[in-house]
């Protein structure tokens, strides 16, 4: 695993290296105009967040401009579900494509008039090889490809074979355009490429007006061209396809911008894909694409991380030209990292036991003070009820504690965070043995969490008060895969075989702070010495829910030590 990154964010990479040449010899006249083009097949992933942050990062540095543009090329597989959440995923990271929002389908008849033109031009043929025949006429990279046998029609019959194409006279799959390039070439996707297949299919947005869809490589370069983009940022894979995408524009004598390849973003414990996210959708192994142990945006979301955290993770991670795989642990830094300078600091039981405060009037209700987040001041301050019956964690009491336990037991004394000093004296079990509650005596002179003698205990406890608290559900994840690189696995078998059964933990009786009564979805707290959590959408009035974003245990400054 390769953990190094560029961690100064403003910082010089290759890709401002190449604008700048292009500023410097004026090739778009200072311009910088980028864009985003997802295809919407799916839900956006951290992935994609890299490219967003770049794409329109770039942009904003160069007081340039960012379109967002549906890449809905392929009907069979896009839908306006998708369309919809990716639009709000970006706007929800921050981002602002002002009234550039465009469809590649929109361009489908200036797409259609250019490969006229290329036919005009004898650089395109209608071709009548299925895609089997295309395959074995494509030759191998050792042995050139063989050239088809409609290669040669006349412009006159491939202009009207393709109208007819349009036209919807022939089957699906019969009859493809092709562009006349070299079957020769050492790089396959020269070796006349399809442009145009027959699909009679219902376009989200075109409906049955085309019958005819273009491929990526012919529309993609378009759609840069027409909206006039200077750099078209695309992951490594097409690094090959540059070729073509420099061929077609020439060939058409059109505006032709600079693709650039960077390196996708992978990141340990999970998958990428929205092919591979899709199945876990569809499996049902989890609960939706905004699941929050999704590496999907929306999941992120919901999971409680911050557009801000997931800023800072994609400018730390930095772009470059070599694959690699990066920690999850470091985008769980970046979380931490923001939510403990935003998120109000409260207190919440996950696995109540009752404490009876012997020494404390029956029916006294005490308001302390306690600070929102010590990070910051300006956050202020709120009440907290305190009465004789309170609830502690149960992991925070030990009958018969080995040396070093710090938390209460039999004649121990520790300090209830923001209230009092208590000390252990005696244990209630129920008929079986267990223990159904204890009794603490307090220090009345501790009051606020200190005595004047300014006596030491080594244990601080969260707590509620039983009275005021209100039961919560709180789920607790883990990574969605147990192994570092879930794809890394032995033949015949599938990631499915790498998915941890204990991904999620729902505790049902939990007790928070009268203050989280009715959280507003999204709204992220500390719970002290427990983690970040986020009230989660399936919050009920008085029945609140929180998922749990990060724990407070770093292990990424560890890690990055190691491999520094
Ligand atoms: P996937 O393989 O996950 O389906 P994709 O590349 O097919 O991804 P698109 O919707 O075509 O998804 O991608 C939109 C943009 O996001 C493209 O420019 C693509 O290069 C970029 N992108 C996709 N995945 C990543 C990634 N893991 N890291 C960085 N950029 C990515
Ligand atoms: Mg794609």
Redesign the pocket.
């Known amino acids: 695993m390769n953990n190094n990154y560029t961690e100064n964010s403003g910082s010089t990479n290759f890709i401002k290296t190449i604008i700048n040449e292009h500023n410097r010899t004026g090739r778009f006249n200072g311009r910088v105009h980028t864009r ?4 919407p097949n ?1 839900y956006l ?1 951290i ?2 967040a ?2 967003i942050c770049l794409n329109f990062g770039l942009a904003d540095e160069y007081g340039g401009k960012c379109n967002l543009r549906f ?1 809905d090329t392929n009907p069979v597989k896009e839908e306006q579900e998708y369309i919809d959440a990716i639009i709000e995923n970006v706007r929800w990271l921050g981002f602002d494509w002002e009234d550039r929002l465009y469809f590649a389908s929109d361009y489908f008849q200036i797409m259609y008039d250019f490969a006229e033109q290329l036919i005009i031009a004898e650089k395109a043929y209608v071709c009548d090889l299925n895609s089997e025949q295309i395959r074995e006429y494509r030759g191998t990279l050792k042995e050139p490809g063989q050239e088809s046998p409609w290669r040669n029609r006349s412009v006159a019959d491939n202009l009207d074979l393709f109208r007819r194409m349009r036209s919807g006279e022939f089957e699906d799959g019969s009859k493809t355009l092709r562009a006349k390039i070299d079957m020769a070439s050492g790089n396959l996707n020269m070796r006349d490429p399809v442009i145009y297949r027959i699909l009679k299919a219902h376009h989200p947005r075109t409906g049955s007006q085309w019958c005819i869809y273009p491929m990526y490589d012919w529309a993609h370069g378009l759609e840069d061209s027409i909206e006039r983009i200077t750099h078209s ?3 490594l894979e097409f690094e090959d396809h540059r070729p073509l995408y420099d061929w077609f524009l020439e060939a058409l004598d059109t505006y032709r911008p600079q693709q650039i390849e960077f390196a ?3 990141l340990t414990y999970t998958v ?4 591979k996210l899709l199945t876990l959708v569809k499996d049902k192994i989890v609960n939706g694409w905004d699941d929050p142990r999704m590496p999907t945006i929306s999941g992120l979301r919901r999971r409680g991380y911050s557009p801000e955290s997931i800023r800072s993770f994609c400018d730390k991670i930095g772009v470059s030209k070599a694959n690699s795989t990066v920690d999850y642990a470091m985008l769980e830094y970046c979380a931490r990292e923001h939510l403990n300078k935003t998120s109000q600091r409260v207190m919440a039981v996950l696995k109540p036991l009752k404490v009876v405060i012997t020494s404390y009037s029956d029916d006294a209700v005490e308001m302390l003070e306690a600070d929102n987040n010590p990070e910051d001041p300006s956050m202020g301050k709120r009440l907290i009820p305190f009465s004789k019956i309170i609830y502690i964690e149960t992991d925070d009491f030990m009958e018969n504690p080995p040396g070093k336990y710090f938390r209460l037991a039999p004649g121990k004394e520790v300090r209830l965070k923001h209230a009092y000093y208590i000390t252990c004296n005696k244990v209630i079990r129920d008929h079986n043995g267990n223990i159904t509650e204890i009794h603490c005596t307090h220090d009345p002179k501790s009051r606020g969490g200190w005595t004047p003698d300014n006596r030491r205990v080594k244990g601080t406890l969260h707590w509620v008060s039983a009275g005021h608290a209100v039961k919560a559900e709180v789920r607790l994840y883990e990574h969605l895969f147990t192994k570092e690189n879930p794809l890394d696995v032995p033949d015949g078998k599938s990631f499915f075989e790498f998915i941890n059964e204990n991904s999620v933990t729902v505790l049902k009786n939990a007790l928070v702070e009268p203050e989280l009564k009715n959280p507003k979805p999204e709204t992220r707290y500390q719970f002290i010495r427990h983690g970040y959590f986020c009230a989660d959408s399936d919050s009920k009035n008085n029945a609140p829910v929180f998922n749990r974003t990060v724990t407070l245990k770093d292990t990424w400054a560890k890690i990055s030590r190691k491999s520094r």
């Open positions: 985003f083009p997802p295809e799916g992933h992935g994609h890299k490219s890449d940022l695309c992951t996708r973003l992978n990428m894909s929205k092919r």
